[in-house]
């Protein structure tokens, strides 16, 4: 079955910096990649996707690449905010919808004021 | 437009006994999936369903069972439950192939 591995596990920026998290997975049939957001205590939400006939996409200040050869995807946030700080999870799935999505094991992005 | 409703937020079982989770789905959406998140195994898939019928199922033991109404709302059953069965389970509702919303979770504590 399909496994996606997410790097790293704990992420700390000052605010105002960059932050990347990068996510690597084994099934070459995946072709949607969403990134959700979790604050604590709340539900998963959807912040981002990307599907595998587009090597980029952005929101804001927000973006996620694709590298269907590598079999590797990544989540970019530019101008980080104190509110950006939240558990981030990446995730694979051979549809475009809510048919079984494989998830990384998250990333705890803090942002540092 | 109202999101993905799931009750009760929080139970405690005891060893042993069933449980009975709901969720209602957005209007509209009619595939609902169901995750388990714990802390150390993270989020993970249960099962599918759409148009109430299951269309797909993670690696979970028989005990995890679910099933979908014609109107899309969603249950899951665990049945003799267990103490690592403790988690935040979470529903998730999408308009087929468009993304998947979550839900708050039910938060079960078996004693």
């Known amino acids: 079955g399909e496994n996606v591995e997410q790097h790293p596990s704990t992420l700390s920026v000052q605010e105002g910096d960059s932050a990347v998290i990068k996510c690597t997975y084994s099934?070459?049939?995946?072709?949607?990649f969403p990134w959700y957001k979790q604050e604590l205590g709340k539900r998963p939400q959807l912040i981002i996707d990307i599907r595998s006939n587009v090597g980029e996409k952005k929101d804001q200040r927000i973006a996620v690449t694709l590298n269907k050869t590598a079999k590797h995807f990544s989540l970019h946030i530019t101008e980080t905010q104190p509110e950006d700080s939240a558990v981030y999870f990446c995730?694979?799935?051979?549809?475009?919808?809510?048919?079984?999505?494989?998830f990384g094991t998250g990333t705890r992005l803090t942002i540092i004021p | 437009k109202a999101g993905v409703t799931q009750t009760p937020r929080y139970l405690i079982k005891t060893r042993g006994q069933q449980v009975t989770l709901s969720c209602s789905p957005i209007?509209?959406?009619?595939?609902v999936s169901w995750y388990q998140q714990t802390p150390g195994q993270g989020l993970q898939f249960l099962f599918e369903y759409f148009s109430e019928t299951q269309r797909n199922k993670g690696n979970f033991p028989g005990r995890f069972s679910g099933r979908q109404f014609s109107n899309s709302r969603s249950e899951m059953n665990v049945s003799t439950l267990e103490l690592g069965d403790s988690a935040l389970y979470l529903c998730a509702s999408s308009l087929d192939r468009v993304g998947a919303f979550f839900g708050q979770g039910t938060r079960l504590t078996v004693v």
């Open positions: 209007s509209g959406h009619r595939s």
């Open positions: 995730a694979a799935s051979r549809s475009f919808g809510n048919e079984k999505l494989t």
């Open positions: 099934d070459s049939a995946s072709n949607y």
